[in-house]
């Protein structure tokens, strides 16, 4: 289910028509939405940009000076990219602090709960439930790669830190339950915040794959 | 290097993507060369070169060895591929004013690269099917964008107000767009050029792509949906475009 968020979802269908179709004309695009009506918007805009460059009379050619700006002014860009590294994220709570983000501001800005945050920055739930809408909002609120943050909430469960434990024997981490379960399970999170939440969870919800 | 990697991203209707038999072919020849040899094919411009890499071939190289973590041959990948890019990308973009167009540009770049650069993730899988229609798409994408913004700073007449809705033209054929599409290309555009947004897309989507101003099913695209306008003040606009289309072709004579 978090496999591709929706604005990826996008991106492969809107791939797919290119490919499929030789030119923006109406019926074509019409069979399109009717494939993928939950991507009509996308579609039709596709559709209207290419139309638009094509009544577009073609640029002046550029000079090979010009050509050459071209070139170097995408390699600054790229050159920025090949530096850039996944860096390791060590805990979300600190990524969050990192960009001057306490855990209620992180949950809040997340639309999660503080108990939410903590069993996902403690892996407490099963990765494969998390939607990927919900790691992309992860990654852009503490800032980094959504690579890197399901990268992190890939990792096995961690015990809460500064805990007291009495017992003889070292304790140990119950398995990771379920995101709609933990949901479900929430106490603080208001049913306007439950109901987004689940409905983020659900097929289709999340821009899961149609067939 | 030796095996093929294969890809592993799913398309839009789930299936897995793949690689051309030729492009296949040609990975499999190149990933044995050495370095040296592979840089000096990368340069060959002309594609009848026999010689000549393709651009999915080029786009799985600068991937593997990015996993291989040679960065200064990546480096020097990229920009053999960058610089096989800018007709396409220039093509869409460079149809805009130029303070949009440096933007559209920059954002195409980097939606480009960072998908094939990202070693974590197989969002750059498409550009070793068919890199063409993939930038096409990024570009014509950021078109669409930033054409946008620049229509929001331009100073349109609105046209939204003239009178003289004619309900002849209903969905007949316009004289004027008749013969546009039968005159030349370029003379065809220029003359749409006379035209400001939003009247030259409705005129061009109508007349060239066959978009309803109306259609029978509202769950379809139309142009009074597209542009948020009742079907009569289109017709309105295909009114005025039509005696502005007119007088571009007198002045033309």
Known sequence: ?211 | MTAVRPLTHRGANGELYYRRPEVERQIETVVSLPVPAVLERTRISNKDDPEYLKDECLVYLIREHRRAGESTLVSDLCEQLLRRCYGIVYSCVGKLRAEFAEEAHAEVVEQLFRKILNTDSDRGDYYEVSFGDGLKRLALTAFGKYSHKQNATDQNVDWDQFPGHDPGLDDAEAPVASALRAADRSAALEALRTLGEPYRTAFYLRYYRGWPTEAADPGKPSLSRYFNKTPKTIFNWFTHAEKKLVIWREGQQ
């Open chain 1, 1 to 211: 289910m978090n496999d591709y968020t929706r604005d990826e979802l996008v991106e492969d269908v809107l791939d797919a028509y290119m490919t499929a179709a030789s030119d923006p004309d109406w019926n074509t695009l019409v069979t399109w939405i009717e494939r993928y009506p939950q991507f009509e918007r996308e579609l039709t805009e596709f559709a209207v940009a290419w139309s638009r460059v094509e009544a577009l009379p073609e640029p002046p050619e550029l000079s090979p000076a010009q050509t050459e700006r071209f070139v170097q002014r995408g390699m600054v860009a790229v050159q920025r990219l090949l530096t850039q590294a996944s860096p390791l994220i060590s805990s979300l709570l600190d990524a969050g602090k990192a960009q001057g983000l306490s855990s209620k501001q992180l949950a809040e800005r997340t639309g999660l709960s503080i108990v939410l945050v903590g069993q996902l920055n403690q892996r407490l739930i099963r990765y494969a439930s998390i939607p990927g809408e919900l790691i992309e909002r992860l990654a852009r609120t503490v800032h980094q790669e959504s690579a890197a943050v399901r990268r992190y909430l890939q990792g096995g469960p961690i015990l809460a830190g500064g805990a007291l434990y009495k017992a003889n024997q070292a304790p140990t981490v119950a398995p990771p339950q379920d995101f709609v379960a933990a949901v479900r399970a929430d106490p603080m999170l208001s049913d306007e915040q439950r109901r987004r939440l689940l409905a983020l969870a659900e097929p289709g919800g999340d821009g899961a794959r149609q067939v």
